[in-house]
């Protein structure tokens, strides 16, 4: 869907600032956008990106069904570029930020311009901000960086001001409401949870995934009672565990983030775990592995998934799994 700014919720002020510059054809090269996660800092973002980029604009705004307007909304146009944290690493290293330099100072593909959407920047290192200031100050072929952060002071000054700044607020309960019931949340639901959600879209999705906590929770605990040496806590698990194909390839997603959990908490790495509430217990089964086991563990879940993807009967791999799991972990 394309989103424009027009259409951006909660966030009046940063919007205005943003349809004065494009009307008047004064847009900044370098943005800042600071705001709480989840406050529309990224939709703001694309719906400037969709209206520059937009082949035959309506009155500044993108007109949703051009090739270009198509291939944003889809996530697919070549000359947006996203720099991010690579997974598993804590900040934006001075290698990206090169070839982000590498990649700007190439001819646009199809847009006028490119653009980059750094996030979150205030991870990025030292160097990598050092070495971007060149480019935030003249970036090559009129091309537009817009960074995200939700602590501006974070960043070096020499980044921040060449930056034009815009303040994004928490969103307030009804904008809030709205769009929970826009994503399609129950509007219960989204009564009983946006006066809790600080102001945060993201916040408020997190709040009703109660669901996938509960389940998360269950599958550790079934995954720890299996014992290699006695089968029949095997099949009784896949008992519990066993759906239809959709089911257990959303139980493997959560399966594998599990994993990769117990991965990092096996090397010294908590801070970087997804599922911090069920950290005592990950740590506790991770310890019951030798460390290439878990990986090796890692890896059968992954192929696992695949199998499942293809045409193994998802109740079939499920058990198999839970028996190499069960030996691993004894090896
Ligand atoms: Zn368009």
Redesign the pocket.
């Known amino acids: 869907m394309?989103i424009r700014l027009r259409e951006v919720i909660g966030q009046d002020r940063a919007v205005n600032a943003l349809q004065r510059a494009i009307a008047g054809n004064r847009v900044a090269h370098a943005y800042l956008f600071e705001g709480i996660n989840g406050c529309g800092r990224r939709t703001t973002a694309l719906a400037l990106v969709?209206s520059l980029?937009?082949?035959?604009?309506v009155a500044g705004e993108?007109?949703?069904?051009?090739p270009?307007?198509k291939k944003l909304a889809a996530g697919s146009h070549p000359d947006l570029h996203l720099l991010q944290p690579l997974p598993d690493k804590r900040d934006i290293s001075i290698e990206q930020v090169r070839e982000l330099q590498q990649v700007l100072s190439l001819r646009p593909f199809e847009a006028t311009r490119k653009a980059c959407l750094i996030e979150p920047a205030e991870r990025m290192s030292t160097g990598a901000a050092n070495s971007l200031l060149k480019t935030l100050e003249e970036p090559p072929g009129h091309g537009l960086l817009i960074l995200l952060t939700n602590q501006a002071d974070l960043l070096l000054p020499t980044v921040r001001s060449r930056c034009q700044h815009l303040r994004f607020t928490p969103l307030d309960t009804a904008d809030l409401t709205t769009l929970l019931q826009q994503q399609g949340m129950d509007p219960a639901v989204a009564a009983t949870v946006a006066p809790l959600a600080e102001g945060s879209l993201e916040q408020a999705g997190n709040m009703d995934n109660e669901a996938s906590i509960t389940s998360r929770q269950t599958l550790l605990d079934t995954l720890r009672q299996v014992r290699y040496q006695q089968v029949s806590t095997v099949f009784d698990a896949g008992e519990r565990l066993a759906g239809n194909r959709e089911d257990t390839l959303e139980l493997f997603t959560l399966l594998i983030s599990l994993l990769r959990d117990m991965v990092l908490l096996r090397s010294s790495a908590a801070s970087l775990i997804a599922n911090t509430f069920l950290q005592g217990r990950l740590a506790e089964e991770a310890e019951r592995f030798l460390p290439a086991r878990l990986m090796e563990a890692m890896d059968l879940a992954l192929e696992t998934r695949r199998a499942i993807q293809g045409n193994v009967s998802p109740k079939l791999a499920l058990d198999r799994f839970l028996l190499r799991y069960s030996r691993l972990r004894t090896a």
């Open positions: 394309t969709a980029f937009c082949r035959q604009p993108a007109c949703g069904v051009c270009s307007c």
